[in-house]
């Protein structure tokens, strides 16, 4: 009888796992020279990646090229033209595509064209590599040209502030390249030009990108209505079947495909909702009312003018494969994808907001910063700082106080307002329905293609480059509006306004990156160079009274914490009066009200997530100094593991303990749980911790605080019971080693 291995998490592998992979579409056809065996399945990509390096491999007969890391494999048919006929779920050994579309599609002067693709696969339900053979090309659409491999590229430059950084991530991150090249096929009605589409896979997770490119290889401009730049007949699944009840978030809770672009804004902060060029629609060439077609596509236009001889690129798509419908590992294999795709979201300082700019009001604070450990200054909202003041005087007085930080090394920028400010009637987005300023996602707000928003944009550049500051917070950034204006010199009309302005955003947001900055903005743009956004809240929470506060605060940690790691959102303290409350709602004045500011610093500190600490001051007594300086130590002492993913425990409900549990495989400190007690009295429990993402296996040493490690043997789940008590109204972690 032949011994039966399972992996980590109870899947059976060996012989018969093998043979599940082997029957995947892509599996079927031979590979050039053979290829490297499969990194074992046991190894689980959360915990130890290194296995899974991402290869190109060419089918014996040049018809057929693949990408693959042993997580994830991408299968081309190249003839007689380009066209995705297996995407394989190696984790799972599922095949996600049930039929050939073509690779993109472009509107061109009206006419929409194919790119790449092949027709006449008899049934839309499932495919079959048979059906290859008598399978077409569209004459009408682009023709694969030829094929060009390659490494990933960065996006953009990045320039590393390691201090705010635990861990060195590579950029761009290590795998494979390919380019497709297409030119006009025989009917194709517009023939003048190039396209290229990109795809690269990436070592250790399964996730691939792609864009695309267009040439105008003519004489005369061209005009580009409309493009998709991906295009998914993936199988249906229980979120598809469910889809048309209910909205795209749904599908990101239960789809097998995560998929995420840069073009993505909205202020909601949250990806689902701010994701806008991702659709899950249903599929015209399929007899079936679910959503199983994935198109990634902007919701306007663009209607740009591409001239002779000019360029043209797309945003980026990433398409994430889950191996699990637990939204605890989904959850990490989403952060885990912004943490690659994106690692400047890793930096994660202490910082403060001062509630006034005038010098030595900033230099006071400056020097708390510095006594307690804090590493950064923003001059908050209200304070009176003007990034757009270019007037000779403000600008060496704000120089001179970059200089004073830097010698107490601490970082300092501040607040600027875009959108929701208002503003001259010709600046302003105009309403495609009523012609009139109006129909902003934040009330009235100025385009980012007139004339103010040219001089914002050079205002901000010169006052950075002048002052020395580099920490540059932009709220209510770009949105998304729509602009009908005709008059603005940066867009022709309704159609292209969406595109012009997240163009102009973007390559403010990247030039920040370049330069080093610290870039924090409530919306969606990490994939362009933002660390942090909020990580979910209302504003009007922190004007109620400060004893229901903390709850809420962890409420909103454990719930953001879903699908950003602990350094990707903020949360809020307010040190003095915001919104309303008075002083029931503040921290103010300090050392009266000590031991709930030590909550917050402990809730937030405790779980890697920073705050806008927004005041005048961070103590005010020598006994308060103390006791911020504690919980920062405490932070740093950490840090790695602190800012390192979250499994959620219990969520806040004030009636029992709550907690969270960092997990970190590659650390001394695999793991690190914080528990929180609410209650008016001393409580006694059995804690279950669940360990498996720790990476330990059989036995964990367990600490309380500071006091003796035991070891607890784990059990078939990989977690362990610990007994703990915590103190009234107080906290307590446990340290796993």
């Known amino acids: 009888m032949t011994a039966m291995q399972f992996d980590r998490r109870g899947f059976l592998v060996g012989a018969l796992s093998a043979g599940a992979l082997n029957a995947t579409a892509g599996a079927l056809r031979a590979q050039e020279g053979g290829s490297a065996p499969a990194p074992s399945l046991r190894a689980d990509w959360l915990i130890d990646p290194s296995s ?11 018809r057929e090229v693949t990408i693959d890391n042993g997580l994830v494999r991408r299968i081309f048919r190249l003839a007689p033209n380009a066209a995705t006929i297996a995407i394989d779920n190696l984790m799972t050994g599922e095949s996600e595509l049930r039929a050939v579309r073509p690779e993109a599609q472009v509107t061109l002067d009206d006419y929409e064209i194919e790119v790449g693709g092949l027709v006449g696969q008899p049934t839309q339900s499932y495919f079959l590599p048979e059906w290859l053979e008598k399978m077409t090309a569209d004459p009408r659409a682009f023709h694969f040209v030829r094929l060009e491999e390659g490494k990933p590229v960065e996006r953009f430059p990045w320039k590393r502030v390691a201090k705010w950084s635990t861990e060195e991530l590579p950029w761009p991150p290590p795998g494979v390249a390919l380019t497709f090249h297409y030119a006009a096929g025989p009917q194709t009605p517009v023939t003048n030009v190039k396209l290229r589409v990109h795809y690269e896979l990436y070592d250790g997770i399964p996730v691939i990108a792609k864009w695309m490119e267009m040439e105008n290889a003519g004489d005369s401009a061209l005009i580009l209505n409309s493009f998709k730049a991906e295009l998914l007949a993936l199988v249906e699944s229980s979120a598809t079947k469910a889809a048309p009840l209910q909205h795209d978030g749904l599908l990101d809770m239960l789809a097998p495909m995560h998929i995420e672009t840069d073009y993505a804004f909205g202020g909601n902060m949250q990806a689902a909702k701010d994701n806008v060029a991702v659709h899950w629609v249903t599929d015209s060439r399929y007899h079936s009312d679910q959503m199983s077609l994935l198109e990634c596509a902007p919701p306007v236009g663009p209607e740009l003018e591409i001239g002779s001889r000019e360029t043209w690129r797309s945003f980026n798509v990433f398409e994430l494969l889950h191996d699990s419908s637990d ?5 990490l294999a989403r952060r885990k994808m912004m943490t690659t795709l994106a690692p400047w979201v890793q930096e994660n300082p202490l910082y403060m907001h001062i509630r006034y700019a005038e010098p030595e009001k900033v230099k006071f604070a400056i020097d708390q910063c510095a006594a307690v450990g804090f590493e950064m200054v923003m001059l908050s909202y209200g304070s009176g700082f003007d990034i757009e003041n270019s007037s000779a005087a403000y600008l060496s007085q704000m120089k001179d106080l970059a200089n004073y930080a830097r010698t107490k090394d601490i970082a300092i920028g501040g607040y600027t307002l875009l959108a929701s400010r208002g503003g001259d009637a ?3 987005i105009i309403d495609v329905k009523t012609g009139l300023p109006g129909g902003g996602r934040f009330g009235p707000s100025p385009c980012l293609c007139s004339e103010w928003a040219d001089n914002y944009f050079k205002n901000v550049h010169a006052f950075l480059d002048a002052t020395g500051m580099n920490v540059f917070l932009n709220d209510g950034s770009y949105p998304g509006d729509l602009c009908a204006s005709t008059h603005h010199p940066g867009h022709k009309g309704y159609l292209d306004s969406q595109w012009r302005q997240w163009q102009a955003i973007i390559k403010l ?4 990156r370049e330069q080093g900055f610290y870039l924090k903005v409530p919306d969606w743009y990490f994939l362009n160079g933002s660390s942090k956004t909020g990580m979910g809240y209302n504003e009007l929470d922190w004007s109620l009274p400060r004893q229901y506060q903390p709850v809420i605060e962890r409420q909103d940690i454990y719930d953001g914490t879903w699908e950003k790691t602990p350094s990707m959102g903020w949360m809020h303290v307010p040190l003095v009066e915001y919104h309303g409350g008075g002083e029931a709602a503040t921290v103010e004045p300090l050392h009266e009200n000590l031991a709930h500011y030590e909550t917050r610093l402990a809730d937030l500190l405790g779980a890697g997530v920073q705050a806008t600490w927004r005041g005048t001051r961070l103590y005010d007594t020598e006994e308060t100094r103390l006791a911020v300086k504690k919980w920062v130590d405490f932070y740093k002492r950490y840090r790695a593991i602190l800012n390192s993913d979250i499994i959620h425990l219990r969520r806040p409900d004030g009636r029992d303990w709550d907690g969270i549990l960092h997990v970190n495989p590659k650390l001394e400190i695999r793991g690190f749980a914080m528990i929180y007690n609410p209650l008016n009295e001393e409580i006694k429990r059995e804690i279950r911790l669940p360990l498996y993402y720790t990476g330990l296996a059989a036995t964990a ?15 078939r789940d990989y977690g362990g019971v610990v007994p703990v008590r915590i103190a009234a109204q107080s906290r307590t972690w446990l340290i796993v080693k």
């Open 52 to 62: 899974y390096l991402a290869k190109l491999t060419h089918s014996a007969d040049g």
């Open 327 to 331: 939204a605890e590992r989904r959850g």
């Open 426 to 428: 010709k600046d302003l």
């Open 509 to 512: 947001y990247r030039w920040c």
């Open 701 to 715: 040493r367990i600490q309380q605080e500071d006091g003796e490690a035991r070891t607890f043997q784990l059990d």
